[in-house]
């Protein structure tokens, strides 16, 4: 019984799941994301195809790194 209730005081200490500031990092994460993708169909210049991948990879690391955070 005594390991019980250390490994429910230790699971209630480390809810670190919860915690707001991953999921607005996600939000971001998710909105830079979409801009990039938008991007691709908004102009006609000609490196616009290699800049709205550019700031798709930067959506992607940022919502990665909130997801690693949520799951640590």
Partial sequence: MENLKET???SAQD???ND???YKLMTIGIV???VGVMLRFAGTWEFIDMV???IFVIGIVISVKAVLD???
Avoid: D, F, T
């Fill in 32 to 34: 830079v994301g979409l």
């Fill in 70 to 72: 949520v799951l640590k």
């Fill in 15 to 17: 809810n670190n799941a």
């Fill in 20 to 22: 707001i500031s991953h």
């Fill in 8 to 10: 429910y005081q230790k």
């Fill in 52 to 54: 709205s991948n550019i």
